[in-house]
């Protein structure tokens, strides 16, 4: 014990440890250790060591003062060495800073669109309460699951399940909208009066508890208040729907913002639907575009709910009805990924926004790959450097500090000249995706730490070499010029130069195989004529119940070829399907069918082939009664040979006789498989007319059959879109992900250029004195050329039998995707090939040939 007393604390000793380098800690702690012997023999251990332990505490702000201060200094230091190098190897910082730039700026633009399409329905107070109700359908070809949902089943849950909070629905159309001389359709949503109670959707003007309670009663968005009424207050206004309805305005929302999955201008109280105007209130079957959402109360979880909804539906729809369907939850923040079929959200795929991540992180990599390779390439200058600093005293340490903070620095440039691109180029690109990004780095706290964080990881990724490498070279060897590259070096830049080739050549790959893809989709014969048919909606007006008439009037056209008229045209999205029975059929062969609607003209006026049997013919009178005509599908769907004669029925309808068959052909995109498809006959109430022109004089045709249009429908509005561009624009998600693809494969390829330019300069700059002897005994220009050239042809060979296999299972997985898709032609593979070599090629001749042609005095006298 006494020994003990007379030592100083241990923990003042370990704190002063830490504190002091080792060497500042020797000398210390040897006075401090004197002084302490000499006070134990004055004063009481306890009083000697609080003595010493105040000293301890005194020296802590001198200390922290000191390091501070130090630190400063040497980062100061570290700052003034790293922007003398910039300076001083201009070409080699251009190259790097705009390489990782350009690397920078695509991650950055692909965390702005991945941002936004995460943010969907993220500004809902209630989101992590807030579900969609679908369904899933068993069905012979697997699970149908579908986004409408039963109107009967929000006031059930809402009464019977005490989890649920609330329970809104939404039932969604397109209505004629009238004020005065002004008549536009509209995409309209009845809705329930709690809505604005469930959705954060802020009201300018009313009051949200009661503007959606009372029978025709509308919220419309000020948008539409300044469309219709301009700048008049529009609450107390009348718009009248359908011609018929005049709905008074209770409330103006604020605009609905883009990251809303509901695209909504127009709210209509859900109590004016009576039972008598619509029966699909009390039908558990029926679910056309009517929607559910539940608000499901704090401290109950959605899976818990769900295993009580069986029982529901048994209750209020009976027991065919639950065991046909199951009711799931889907979050609020997953309906804008959602995959289900007739969906009101806007949805965009998960995996496209996967592979904008990947190929941005694939670009960056690509910079950070150059940065690394000319480091190796410098690194015999930067030996030198680096014993030079260690020779007068600097330790590893100190020098990975420096190398560090240089790369960090470089990065933080090429984030600052990344920024500015953006700010350019933004406009734009917002323009060409169709979003409204911006960068408000004072309210978008997370794009501030995606910056940051960019900074550093390219920092720490591309200056991990130089600092942690030739940090550790030894100064003897490095002074007497005993220190090379060796294999080492060049095995490593070989592997970067082969990885940033690949990333390259697998980037060209994707990006001609879809574009391969989706000129594949749009040049497809459709089996139907597309080009020249412009398609009328006629919705609600008169003309839907005088088509015939309409029909006599523009065939006076000799411009017009053919009318026809529907309840659904190829591309318009419009379809139902029902459930089919082959005649003889049990329930086991039952199976779902589309349901096309048509008139006596449709199958000519799309030229569609009729390849057994007849078409509907007003020589026969009973077709609207009892006959249908059906697809190639459908016949392979139920297993007959000779379909003529048999009799289908689908639906609650009779059962129909067979009377044709019709070559398959695309009702939707060729991103669809072809469904079974039956054809029965419709004259009446119509939605769709079809009219085929000729290629000469479009416009004037238009406006003939506008004028006509009107003529027949004077307060319906003229609308109109042609078949082949409604197809056109069905592959408006692949034509962005190929102009991605594009544009990152073109900044790939940028950045490589420059980095191989970079190493082809270095190179060619070291060997110099070879050059030179060998021009001496006789070596022509070409072969100084082959010379300096091949090793890296050799590389970016490589690199393509590497980028072969990854490009190949890439894009067969994306293909897998499409029900008919093209077949990887081998001929992608070597066209990005050879484009990989030319690009090199030509990126390394200018230099390469400069020093070939150089003249051996100038070169052997090179140092």
Not at 367 to 377: D, G, H, K, P, R
Request: one cysteine or more.
């Amino acid at each position: 014990m006494r020994s003990e007393s007379k030592k100083p604390p241990r923990l003042a000793l370990w704190i002063m440890h830490k504190m002091m380098k080792s060497d500042d800690f020797e000398y210390a702690i040897g006075d401090l250790q004197e002084m302490f012997e000499l006070a134990t023999q004055e004063k009481s251990p306890k009083r000697t060591k609080y003595w010493f332990w105040m000293e301890v505490i005194r020296s802590i702000p001198r200390f922290l003062k000191n390091v501070i201060c130090w630190r400063f200094i040497m980062v100061k230091n570290y700052l003034k060495v790293a922007l003398r190098n910039i300076r001083g190897h201009k070409a080699h910082s251009f190259i790097n800073i705009f390489g990782l730039a350009i690397g920078m700026g695509c991650v950055i633009l692909s965390a702005l669109v991945v941002q936004y399409e995460l943010s969907f329905d993220d500004f809902h107070e209630k989101r992590d309460r807030i579900y969609r109700v679908y369904m899933e359908e068993e069905r012979s070809d697997g699970v149908f699951r579908s986004a409408p949902v039963m109107l009967p089943f929000a006031p059930a849950v809402r009464q019977e399940l005490p989890e649920v909070e609330k329970a809104v629905r939404i039932k969604e159309r397109t209505m004629l909208v009238s004020s005065g001389k002004s008549h536009f359709y509209e995409n309209i949503l009845y809705a329930d009066e709690e809505l604005l109670d469930v959705f954060s959707f802020p009201l300018l003007e009313g009051d949200s508890k009661t503007a959606l309670m009372d029978p025709f009663s509308v919220v419309i968005t000020e948008k539409m208040a300044d469309k219709y009424f301009g700048d008049e207050d529009a609450i107390g206004r009348v718009l009248t729907f359908q011609n018929s309805d005049d709905y008074e305005i209770t409330g103006i929302l604020k605009d609905i913002p883009s990251n809303s999955h509901l695209d909504m201008h127009f709210l209509l109280s859900f109590s004016t639907l009576s039972r008598a105007r619509n029966p699909s209130l009390e039908s558990w079957t029926s679910r056309s575009d009517d929607y559910t959402y539940i608000l499901i109360r704090e401290g109950y979880s959605a899976t818990d709910l769900e295993q009580k909804f069986p029982g529901l539906l048994k209750k209020y729809a009976g027991e065919n009805v639950m065991e046909k369907y199951t009711m799931r939850l889907q979050s609020l923040t997953d309906v804008h990924f959602s995959t289900l079929v007739y969906d009101n959200a806007k949805t965009i795929p998960v995996l496209y926004l996967t592979i904008c991540l990947v190929i941005a992180v694939f670009i960056l990599l690509i910079a950070c790959v150059n940065f690394t390779n000319l480091s190796t390439a410098r690194s015999v200058q930067r030996a030198k450097e680096v014993g030079m600093r260690k020779v007068v005293g600097a330790q590893r340490i100190q020098l990975i500090r420096q190398f560090i903070i240089e790369s960090l620095l470089m990065s933080f440039l090429a984030n600052v000249i990344a920024m500015l691109m953006i700010s350019l180029i933004l406009p734009r690109f917002n323009d060409f995706i169709g979003k409204a990004l911006s960068i408000n780095l004072v309210r978008n706290h997370d794009l501030l730490f995606i910056l940051l964080g960019t900074v550093v990881f390219t920092g720490l990724i591309a200056g991990s070499y130089p600092a942690f490498i030739l940090s550790g070279f030894i100064p003897v060897r490095v002074l007497k010029d005993q220190y090379h590259a060796g294999r080492k070096g060049f095995s490593l830049r070989a592997f970067l130069v082969v990885s940033q080739f690949a990333i390259s050549v697998v980037l060209m790959i994707a990006t001609m195989t879809v574009y391969t893809q989706i000129n594949f989709m749009r040049n497809k014969d459709l089996g139907m004529r597309s080009d020249q048919i412009v398609v009328i909606p006629v919705r609600e007006s008169p003309i839907r119940h005088n088509v015939e008439s309409l029909k006599s009037v523009l065939l006076q056209n000799s411009s017009i070829l053919g009318i026809t008229a529907s309840n659904g045209t190829p591309a318009s999205g419009y379809s139902y399907t029902s459930n089919c029975m082959p005649e003889g059929g049990n329930k086991d062969d039952e199976f779902y069918i589309q349901v096309l609607s048509v008139d006596y003209d449709f199958i000519k006026t799309y030229e569609l082939e009729l390849i057994d049997g007849r078409s509907f013919a007003r020589d026969f009178s009973t077709d609207g009664q009892s006959a249908y005509l059906i697809n190639e599908t459908a016949v392979k769907k139920i297993g007959w040979v000779d379909p003529l004669g048999k009799r289908i029925s689908q639906g609650q309808e009779e059962p129909r006789t067979i009377i044709g068959v019709i070559k398959d052909f695309h009702y939707f995109s060729v991103r669809d498989q072809i469904a079974p498809t039956v054809f029965d006959l419709e004259l009446d109430d119509v939605k769709f007319v079809s009219v085929k022109l000729r290629t000469e004089s479009i416009a004037q045709t238009l406006s003939f059959i506008e004028a006509k249009f009107t003529e027949f429908a004077p307060n319906y509005p003229f609308e109109y879109f042609f078949i082949d561009d409604k197809f056109d624009r069905s592959y408006r998600a692949e034509r962005s992900m190929g102009s991605f693809l594009l544009f990152s494969t073109i900044l790939g390829i940028l950045i490589c250029s420059l980095g191989i330019l970079g190493l082809i300069s270095f190179t060619a700059e070291q060997r110099l004195k070879e050059i030179g002897i060998r021009k001496t005994l006789g070596a022509t220009t070409p072969k100084i050329f082959g010379l300096l050239v091949k090793n890296f042809l050799k590389l970016v060979l490589m690199a393509n039998f590497i980028a072969w296999p990854v490009g190949y299972f890439a894009m067969d997985r994306w293909l897998g995707n499409f029900p008919y898709r093209i077949g990887l032609d081998v001929g992608i593979f070597f066209i990005s090939s050879l484009l990989a070599l030319t690009i090199a090629l030509l990126t390394i001749s200018y230099q390469t040939m400069k020093s070939a042609r150089m003249s051996p005095v100038e070169a052997l006298k090179y140092e």
